[in-house]
C-alpha cells in the first residue's frame, strides 16, 4: 500500500494509515457530540466513510465555546471532476450547513502545473474553470464561501507561505512527500502554498480562528507539516476529518482521472455512464449458477459502494448486501440501479454546473 496525495497503490488498510499517520478513529463519543449540534448526523458519518479525524473533538469545544472554525477543503485541477472528489465537497457542505460557518476552497493550479509533465498552463487554466463550476455547482453558499486560485490570489497566500517555508527543511519535506534530487523545486516550494490558507482565515479576521479540513486521507501529508509549524508561527494547528477513498469501477484503487474508464465524470454524456457502470468490475461470481451456490462479495463490489455511499439509506442497503451475500441478487440489477441513479444525479449536477457560469465572480474570493 502506498498512499500520497498523487497516487495511492495496492489494498488500502484504514487501520494501519491510522495508525502510522498518527491519526485518530472517529468513535461514537465524537459521533453523538456531532449529532448534538447537527439536524441529522450525515449518512457519510453514519456509514464510517468519514472514519478519522484529528483534533476535531477540539474543534467542538471551541465551537461550544462560541469560536467560530472555517472549514478548509480544496482541488488540484488537472482533468475533469469525479464522484470521487464530490463526496468530500458534498460532506463539506454538510459541516457548512450544520455549524453555519465560513469556507474557504483552494484551487491548486500551480501544484497541478509543476506535478504533472505533460501539461501546460492553458490546459490547467481550462480545467481550473471546469472545476471551479463543479465546486459552485456543490451548493456552497455564496456569502459563506470564498474560493481562491494560487495564481490568481498567490498576493495573499505568499507572505503567509514563506513563513511556513522558512521553517520546514527540505530532509522534512523530502521524507514527507518523497522528494529526491529529480524533483523540481516547484514541487519543493508548493507543500508551504497549501499550507497557507489554514492560517488565512486568521488573517481576514483579524483574530486566532480555528480551521477544519476535510479531505480524503491522501492529503494528510500536507497537514502533518503544517500542524509541526502552526504554533511556532502563533497559530493553532489545523483540525482534519478525513475520507476513505471512492473505489474506481475497475478491480482496484480509487477513482482517478488518470484511469477514465473506471471514473464516473460530472462532465459524462449517458451514454458514457451505461458503458462504464455496465464495464465495472464487481463483487460477483463468474456464472449465475456460481453466484446462486456462493453468493456474491458486496465488500469488493465498486458498485455497492457507490450505491451505499451516495444513493441508498442503509436500509436499503444492508437488505442489497444480504441479498448479495444469499446469492438471490444478480449482478446486472445492482447495475441497472447504479445506472438509473447515477444518471439522475448527473443530469442534475449538469444543469447546476450551467448555472455556476454565472456566479463564479461572486464565489471568489477579491
Ligand atoms: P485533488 O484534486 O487530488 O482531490 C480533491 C479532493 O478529492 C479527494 N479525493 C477523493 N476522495 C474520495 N475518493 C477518491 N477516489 C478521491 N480522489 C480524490 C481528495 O482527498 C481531495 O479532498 N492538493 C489537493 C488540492 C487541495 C486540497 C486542499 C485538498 C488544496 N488544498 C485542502 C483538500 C484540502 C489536490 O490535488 O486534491
Redesign the pocket.
Known sequence: MRVT?WSVEGEIDYNKLVREFGTMMINDELLARIKKHARYLHPLLRTGYFFSHRDLDWIIDKYEEGERFYL?????PSGNIHL??I??WIFTKYLQDTFNVNLLF?V?DD?KFLYNDDKDMDEISKYTYENILDIIAIGFRKEKTKIIVDTKHIDRLYPIAIEIAKRITFSTIKATFGFNNATNIGMILFPAI?AA?CFLPSKFEGRLVPCL?P??I??DPYWRITRDIATKLGYYKPAQIH?R??PGLGMHG???SSIPETAIFTTDEEDKIKDKISNSFTGGQATMKLQKMLGGNPENCPVFWYLKYMFEDEKSSDDRYIKCRSGSLPCYECKHALIDKTIIFIKDFKRRREEAKNLIDEYMLE
Do not use: C, N
Open positions: 496525495p478548509y477543503t480544496g482541488r488540484g470521487g472528489h463526496l468530500p483552494q491548486t501544484e497549501q490558507p479540513i479531505a480524503a491522501d492529503q475520507s477513498f471512492v480509487k477513482m482517478s
